[in-house]
């Protein structure tokens, strides 16, 4: 007689979880993989690109409402368009786009942020005297050696008027995309920038004008959005056309620790154990009416869509997808930190937007805000932006005179 084999349902479940657990810890490193893989463009480059990116620089006349920056649009720009303004010729469609800014130190973002939106990216670029061959060299660098940002991404670079001089002499250099990046440049923390304000609102500006995109993200450099976040918005909001004018689609916001997989897409954010509200240490009211609890309890759907609406109160200044005909450009006295992008959703908020939580979109910021490490003149600039904000509200009622809503400190 043959001996009967007995299989302990308790053992059946333990090897089922094991091998979840592996294939999810596989799942997560091929993502890893995929999302800081190198660049896919090999050897030497000697195209034409650098050159026109240093005459459209030489030839810079364009200053900011203030007279102290020039702005010089498209140095390089996606489809292989190079300089000169030609025209952006993207291989996605046009209908959303994210706009950002940042200085040379934070350029490497851009790889991440690129892979991860896989829709048009305009950037702007903050640069000085002693920066900008630095700066030059590795947008020329980012440009020349991957193909997502060779086809998606135009760049946009704001500096000193005194800093003209320096910038038009740099000599061209080619690339080769085998090689490290070799040159060095000062590390500044935040906006510590020596004495140079950084000018949030200009870089956003520009970044935002340069696109035809009827919808635009405008959002940092360090926050990476859930995938397919561009080609979701197009086919289930745009594409349905559920979208309206004077409507902010907001996505919530979180951060996560340094060197940790940032996860991609919402059910990967739920189960993870580092994330957290973003600025939940610096200012959780900032962010706190997004309604965190209410947006991860929503039910689940394979569409992008409308979870719920929420109430716009100071100082909630949330990211978000809005129709960039009906935006308000942002008010560019304001430098440095503070009330930079409050002002905006303030004037959103006078002008009759409506402000809507999305189901499955958010960002996430590799790295936690701490009070303690922002730069040494934050709560001077804080103090001198909160009288900016004070005079701005006042001008506001005087432009929105017939709306009933306020936008009070």
């Not at 007689?1 to 091929?30: D, E, G, K, N, T």
């Not at 959303?96 to 939106?117: D, G, Y």
């Not at 140079?196 to 935002?208: D, E, G, K, T």
Request: charged share 20%; with cysteine.
């Amino acid at each position: 007689m043959r001996p009967r084999c007995y299989i302990s349902i308790q053992r059946v479940i333990v090897v089922l979880a094991l091998l979840v657990i592996i294939l999810q810890v596989f799942h997560i490193y091929l993502m890893m993989q995929q999302e800081d893989s190198p660049a896919d463009i090999k050897g030497k480059t000697s195209s034409t690109s650098g050159k026109l990116m240093l005459q459209e620089i030489k030839n810079a006349y364009m200053l900011d409402s203030s007279g102290y920056y020039f702005i010089v649009p498209n140095i390089l720009q996606g489809g292989g368009g190079g300089g000169g303004g030609k025209g952006f010729h993207s291989s996605v469609s046009p209908d959303i786009a994210l706009a950002t800014h940042t200085t040379s130190n934070n350029l490497q973002h851009l790889l991440q942020l690129s892979r991860r939106w896989q829709g048009l990216l305009s950037v702007s670029v903050l640069t000085h005297s002693h920066d900008a061959e630095y700066a030059l060299q590795s947008i020329l660098r980012l440009y020349e050696c991957n193909k997502d940002i060779q086809q998606n991404v135009m760049f946009h670079l704001v500096f000193p008027v005194s800093s003209h001089k320096y910038i038009s002499n740099i000599v061209h250099r080619d690339v080769n995309c085998e090689n490290e990046q070799t040159m060095n440049t000062r590390d500044y923390e935040n906006f510590e920038i020596g004495e140079l304000q950084y000018p949030h609102n200009i870089l956003r500006n520009l970044a935002m004008k340069m696109v035809t995109a009827s919808f635009i993200l405008v959002s940092d450099i360090d926050l990476l959005p859930s995938v397919n976040l561009s080609k979701s918005f197009q086919m289930d909001m745009i594409n349905s056309k559920i979208v309206r004018n004077k409507n902010a689609y907001i996505l919530p916001v979180f951060e996560t620790g340094e060197n940790k997989y940032i996860p991609s897409t919402k059910e990967e954010l739920l189960t993870d154990k580092n994330v957290r509200p973003f600025y939940g240490n610096v200012c959780a009211k900032c962010q706190q009416f997004t309604n965190y609890k209410r947006w991860k309890n929503t039910r689940k759907s394979d569409k992008l869509e409308v979870a719920f609406s929420v109430e716009w109160q100071h100082p909630y200044e949330p990211f978000f997808i809005a129709s960039k005909s009906s935006l308000p450009l942002y008010d560019e006295r304001f430098k440095q930190y503070g009330y930079n992008r409050v002002s905006q959703i303030c004037e959103m908020h006078i002008a009759g937007f409506n402000f809507s939580v999305l189901n499955n979109a958010f960002l996430v910021h590799k790295g936690y805000k701490v009070k303690n490490k922002f730069y040494s003149r934050k709560t001077s600039d804080h103090q001198e932006n909160r009288q900016h904000y004070k005079n701005f509200i006042a001008e506001l009622k005087s432009k929105y005179s017939d709306s009933t809503r306020k936008c009070e400190i």
